[in-house]
């Protein structure tokens, strides 16, 4: 990778994962440093975030996406099958293969717009093993080279809860893990997606509070593990999973 590019130093960045007991080395800084750049020169021309300005960026999206690493097994942030749905601009799959780059990356997206630069940033991080797929979930579960192949499958800012079980479990092998960020009181959004999460073959959640510098909102992580393969009717053709959520 060139040193061309000026690299501002990120130390919320660093405070923070000091803070989540991530290491991170120079290489890693600097990816970090180029996804910024790059995020600001696209966001320009694509609508990727509302979030652009330096220190938001890298608390509201990197450390934001990190937090996941605390719950998830080691095995799986070094060398599983990890799939992002509706990555949009890459959060938070791609910030978690900067710092466990033996993970295996699956970014999933609707928009075309969002795809090419995902494929952009991808190349222009030098990020290996990383597959960027177009497509809505609904239909891309379809695909047996996808379906039930995950360990992991994340989703930030996808939908509410009984939609997002939807969209998200069908990709997980029997005894993955999906982890959602979620922000603000989900109890209420947690209980109302109890059926579809037991439709799909999940175990009933655990939620786990999140912190790291910087980051405030009462952010949780949503954690349900997939115990039986989802039944082949799910998911539903696109759009239904959020028109008509699975009902209590
Ligand atoms: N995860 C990113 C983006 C959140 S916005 C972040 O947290 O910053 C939600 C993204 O999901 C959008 O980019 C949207 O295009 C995508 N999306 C919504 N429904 C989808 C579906 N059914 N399949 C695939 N992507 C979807």
């Known amino acids: 990778m060139s040193t061309q590019e000026a690299s501002p130093k990120l ?3 660093l405070d923070g994962c000091k803070e989540l007991g991530i290491p991170i080395d120079e290489h890693q800084e600097q990816q970090f440093a180029r996804y910024f750049a790059t995020l600001a020169d696209w966001n320009q021309r694509v609508n990727l975030t509302s979030i652009i300005e330096p220190d938001a960026v890298q608390t509201l999206h990197y450390l934001d996406s990190l937090t996941v690493a605390g ?9 599983g ?6 990555a949009g601009a890459g959060f938070p799959g791609v910030p978690l293969k900067i710092v466990f ?5 699956a970014l999933m997206e609707a928009t075309g717009k969002k795809v090419t630069f995902l494929q952009h940033l991808v190349d222009h991080l030098e990020l290996t093993d990383v597959d960027v797929h177009l497509g809505r979930a609904e239909d891309l579960a379809k695909d047996p080279a996808l379906r039930e192949s ?3 499958v994340l989703a930030r800012g996808l ?6 079980v939807e969209l998200t479990l069908p990709f997980l092998k029997p005894g993955g893990l999906l982890v959602a960020h979620k922000k603000g009181d989900i ?4 209980h109302d997606a109890t059926k579809a999460i037991r439709v799909m073959g999940g175990k009933p959640p655990s939620i786990r509070e999140v912190n790291a510098p ?12 997939k115990v039986s393969p989802t039944p082949v009717g799910y998911p539903r053709r696109a759009g239904m999973p959020a028109k008509q959520p699975i009902g209590k």
């Open 187 to 190: 109890d209420a959004e947690v």
């Open 11 to 13: 130390n919320l960045l």
């Open 81 to 86: 099958r990890v799939l992002d749905v509706g």
């Open 159 to 164: 939908a509410k809860m009984a939609a997002l």
């Open 71 to 79: 719950a998830l097994p080691t095995e799986s942030l070094q060398s």
């Open 214 to 225: 910087g980051l405030t909102g009462g952010r949780v992580l949503v954690i349900v593990e």
């Open 101 to 105: 780059p033996g993970m295996h990356l």
């Open 150 to 152: 995950f360990d992991v």
